[in-house]
């Protein structure tokens, strides 16, 4: 059985940091690409970040380029999302997702997903 348990989220001031933790059971990280998504009020969920199976590639929105940080440790079959200089716009719950195939920014590229977790920004 395949899970995936987000966990950080938080209320936070405009301009600080979280980072968020995704465990993942009943698959090896270091066999799959991964992917954190995000659904903010009245909207679509989207990609936020992804990374390969390796490790070695990753890949991110345009918004939070610069600010966000995906990285995972396969010893342990976490996910990470390092988030820096939040902004009220980053409001949203964010979710994790066990890429399958297809285009990475592609929700139905995503086989397995996790309950999410509520990241609220304040201004």
């Known amino acids: 059985q395949v899970q995936l348990v987000e966990s950080g989220g938080g209320l936070v001031q405009d301009g600080a940091s979280l980072r968020l933790s995704c465990a993942v059971s009943g698959r090896p990280l270091k066999s799959y690409g991964m992917g954190w998504f995000r659904q903010g009020p009245g909207k679509d969920r989207a990609v936020v970040a992804f990374?390969?199976?390796?490790?070695?590639?990753?890949a991110y929105e345009d918004s939070v380029k610069g600010r966000f940080t995906i990285s995972k440790d396969t010893a342990g079959n976490v996910l990470y999302l390092q988030m820096n200089s939040l902004k009220p716009e980053d409001t949203a719950v964010y979710y994790c997702?066990?890429?399958?195939?297809?285009?990475?920014?592609?929700?139905?590229?995503?086989?397995?997903w996790g309950q999410g977790t509520q990241v609220t920004v304040s201004s």
């Open positions: 997702a066990l890429y399958h195939s297809g285009g990475w920014r592609a929700t139905n590229s995503y086989r397995y």
């Open positions: 990374i390969s199976s390796t490790g070695g590639s990753t």
